[in-house]
């Protein structure tokens, strides 16, 4: 027997589509966990069992739509993200929605629920995400409904699901892979979870058929008359901008020319976020976002604020000697917006590091995102206890007679003071001001890491901390008008 290609994979998941009207509903299970991500060994538990549970919920799913008569289309389970979204793309027509089922791996054993992403500043994503969370947790009440979320809070400032399909995509996170009544949950009532999502997914797919603007034949049957978007309005740097922009499934975009203008490189906007209307090329606005421009939206006016000029020098967030910009307050604020109950035990903990920061010239704003990626917003876990007072992951020597992984110390400050200078050993030849308490700074190499970037490779292996730090970093920036 001839062994079964990718190729013929593909064509058999598209014999799922049937021809219809209304639309189409892609699934896709599982490709985008763990988005441009490093899990390391610590945290590689039920990565395998999780994807077979996503796809047993899946197929149930699919299951159930087909029932009631929607036309559903699912990549092959070995192509990755790209490939997804490649897929999708090339067969997605105007009155489609995209929908990514996934786990969420999360540090903290204690969380659970469910939650769905969108693509950010876009109000009628949003709502339609909400949708989705309602309709499931309505059938399962059991489940803890985190609701819907800007695809900002992912680790990279972005979710490309969300992004990069050409039709309105949301990436839904169904448990906390971590939690074990989470995975029981799933597990014993699955058929509900099916039956709610899909009640979540014809309300969409109902929706989208009638705000979508589609081709539509006119009275002559050789002709087509145009797909008509929105005219809106573009605010940069205060000025109105003499061309508009359009509104396309409730995302705007911009004319490609202005991106030019503004002095960034088209070619750092992926493709799928471009659109060629009425002879003219448009970029998806919140592309932008990615090259240190503020985006934001007026729905009173239908206007499109972009800014360049900030108050900071956006060419210097990445340097880790500096001074930072946001304020104790500031830091509070966003603190307790990622972690409510957290300024019980850590009320003081922005002061400490703007403070300590302050004695050695670093950059309080890239060692405090720093920390709040490396503890999870203060959740700890990944073997560091919250008693350890070890706010970065800072390794012990090889000698330490403690029992713990991991460095620890008497208290926050002195936790504080240790991840200050193990940044200033990477990033500075100075000397310190204070006795060393980092246990590791005279190993170090000084100077060997003064930008952000630098540190991939020596303070983690995760390819991408520095980029996680800065979409930290811009979401700190943002949160406190800064940015």
Not at 226 to 255: A, D, H, R, W
Request: net charge neutral; glycine share 6%; hydrophobic share 40%.
């Amino acid at each position: 027997m001839r062994k079964q290609t990718k190729a013929d994979r593909l064509a058999k998941t598209f014999l799922l589509i049937a021809d219809r009207d209304m639309g189409k509903i892609f699934i896709s299970a599982g490709h985008g966990g763990f988005e441009d991500s490093f899990r390391d060994r610590s945290e590689m538990t039920g990565g395998a069992m999780g994807n077979a549970e996503l796809v047993a919920t899946r197929d149930l799913l699919i299951a159930e739509l087909r029932s009631r008569g929607i036309a559903i289309a699912a990549p092959s389970d070995d192509l990755n993200l790209d490939e997804v979204i490649a897929w999708i793309n090339a067969r997605a027509t105007n009155q489609d929605v995209a929908l990514s089922l996934d786990l969420y791996m999360a540090s903290a054993t204690e969380l659970r629920g469910t939650s769905a992403y969108y693509i950010t500043n876009n109000a009628l994503r949003k709502r339609q995400a909400e949708i989705l969370t309602n309709s499931l947790t309505k059938r399962v009440p059991e489940i803890i409904n985190r609701g819907a979320k800007s695809d900002t809070i992912a680790s990279m400032g972005s979710l490309s699901f969300c992004r990069q399909i050409s039709v309105p995509s949301i990436l839904m996170e169904l448990v906390f892979a971590n939690s074990s009544q989470d995975r029981l949950l799933m597990q014993t009532r699955r058929r509900d979870y099916a039956i709610g999502i899909a009640d979540g997914l014809q309300a969409w797919l109902n929706e989208t058929a009638t705000t979508i603007p589609v081709f539509t034949p006119s009275n002559r049957p050789d002709t087509i008359k145009p797909v008509t978007y929105p005219e809106i309005n573009i605010n940069l740097n205060g000025q109105s901008y003499e061309e508009k922009g359009i509104l396309v499934s409730g995302n705007v975009f911009v004319p490609a020319d202005l991106v030019d203008r503004l002095g960034f490189e088209l070619n750092q906007i992926p493709l799928s976020c471009r659109l060629r209307y009425q002879s003219i090329v448009y970029v998806q606005a919140i592309a932008l976002r990615e090259l240190n421009t503020s985006v934001s939206w007026d729905s009173t006016t239908r206007t499109l604020h972009l800014k360049t000029i900030f108050k900071v020098f956006a060419g210097q967030i990445d340097r880790i000697m500096g001074v930072g910009n946001a304020s104790e307050v500031q830091l509070l604020m966003f603190l307790k917006n990622n972690h409510e109950s957290v300024l019980t035990n850590y009320g003081d903990l922005p002061h400490l590091y703007r403070e300590e920061s302050e004695i050695e010239g670093v950059n309080h704003d890239i060692a405090f995102c720093q920390m709040c990626i490396e503890t999870s917003f203060l959740r700890f876990g990944r073997d560091i206890e919250a008693e350890q007072h070890n706010f970065a992951s800072l390794g012990a020597i090889a000698n330490s007679k403690t029992n713990t992984l991991g460095a620890s110390f008497p208290d926050q400050r002195t936790g504080v003071r240790a991840h200050i200078q193990h940044l200033k050993a990477y990033a500075s030849n100075a000397p310190l001001f204070q006795p060393v308490v980092a246990p590791r700074f005279h190993l170090v190499s000084r100077g060997i890491a003064p930008v952000l970037h630098q540190l991939t490779g020596r303070w983690t292996i995760d390819p991408l901390c520095d980029r996680k730090i800065l979409a930290l970093i811009r979401r700190l920036y943002e949160s406190a008008g800064i940015f």
